[in-house]
Structure formats: structure tokens, C-alpha cells
């Protein structure tokens, strides 16, 4: 069993900044590439920033030069600090994390609110 537990979220004004965390606990080899998703109210999921073990990074369009993804290895812990934020960056973020083990689905978080008020 594995599980992927996030903080961070919460009620931040517009052009604040907030930092989420998603830790790994559990059974697992080695977690690989981590990601986040976002989903807005009745909008698809999608991808907001990925990292993989390596340190590589990318981001969506309309992240970049606000949004930093980063990891700490030993900790089985990936952030995802955000900056100037928007009302469109409203959303449940969600961690998702790959194991080493490619025949195993990728693991997901519980989710964490992040609402961004004028």
C-alpha cells in the first residue's frame, strides 16, 4: 500500500503565493517521475508541472514563470510552490507519483484545495 499525502493548500488573494507538498509512504521500490494535476470545477484534470528523479522539469503553458516544482528524494516529497497567483489557478491539485515498477498504476493524492480570491 501506498499513499501519497498532500499539504498546503488553501484561501490565498490574487498575487499571493502558496506551497504544496505530497509525501510517499508505503511499499513502494522507488517513486520516479511526480507530478501535479489540477481540476477546476467542471473541468477536465490536467497537468500542471512533472519532475522526474533526475530533477528534469515542465510545466503547462500557463504555469510557467510562476510555478516551481521541485523534490527532495530522500523524502519521497515533491512541492510545488506557487506564485502570483490567478483566480484560474482555483482547483483541487492533485500529487500523482510513478513507481519504478512500470506495470504498477501511477499513484494519486487525495487532493488539495487551492482557491485564489480577489
Known amino acids: 500500500q501506498v499513499q501519497l499525502v498532500e499539504s498546503g493548500g488553501g484561501l490565498v488573494q490574487i498575487g499571493g503565493s502558496l506551497r504544496l507538498s505530497c509525501a510517499a509512504s508505503?511499499?513502494?521500490?522507488?517513486?520516479?517521475?511526480m507530478r501535479w494535476y489540477r481540476q477546476a470545477l467542471g473541468k477536465q484534470r490536467e497537468l500542471v508541472a512533472a519532475?522526474?528523479?533526475?530533477?528534469?522539469?515542465n510545466y503547462a503553458d500557463s504555469v510557467k514563470g510562476r510555478f516551481t516544482i521541485s523534490r527532495d528524494n530522500a523524502k519521497n516529497t515533491v512541492y510545488l510552490q506557487m506564485n502570483s497567483l490567478k483566480p484560474e489557478d482555483t482547483a483541487v491539485y492533485y500529487c500523482?507519483?510513478?513507481?519504478?515498477?512500470?506495470?504498477?498504476?501511477?499513484?494519486w493524492g487525495q487532493g488539495t484545495q487551492v482557491t485564489v480570491s480577489s
Open positions: 500523482n507519483a510513478a513507481d519504478s515498477r512500470r506495470w504498477i498504476p501511477n499513484y
Open positions: 508505503g511499499n513502494f521500490f522507488r517513486i520516479d517521475a
Open positions: 519532475i522526474t528523479l533526475g530533477g528534469a522539469t
